[in-house]
């Protein structure tokens, strides 16, 4: 059975940072395409990046340079490195895995002051 659990969230300030964690179960992280997705409250799902079975990863435009995805194929995790957060950061964080349209219950980011 394919699950997703993802953890890490919190609260934190403009400026700071988080690690968000996506441990997988049923199949192996490594061997798909893994995506990030966010959805604050009120706004469309929006996509942060992905990192593909062979390591290379896509950001969009309004987290390039600040977030970071990698995985530990010895954990079967899926990480997401967020750096100098933005109060625009708030939201809840999914991992999603293409192949079969699987996420996991998201964990709330929330950015302030």
């Known amino acids: 059975q394919v699950r997703l659990v993802e953890s890490g969230g919190g609260l934190v300030q403009p400026g700071g940072s988080l690690r968000l964690s996506c441990v997988a179960s049923?199949?192996?992280?490594?061997?798909?395409?893994m995506n990030w997705y966010r959805q604050a409250p009120g706004k469309r799902r929006e996509f942060v990046g992905f990192?593909?079975?062979?390591?290379?990863?896509n950001y969009a435009d309004s987290v390039q340079d600040r977030f970071t995805i990698s995985r530990s194929d010895a954990k079967n995790t899926l990480y997401l490195e967020m750096k100098n957060l933005k109060v625009e950061d708030t939201a809840v964080y999914f991992c999603?895995?293409?192949?079969?349209?699987?996420r996991g219950q998201g964990t709330q980011v929330t950015v302030s002051s």
């Open positions: 999603h895995r293409n192949t079969g349209n699987f």
């Open positions: 049923g199949f192996t992280v490594g061997h798909y395409l």
């Open positions: 990192l593909t079975e062979d390591g290379q990863t």
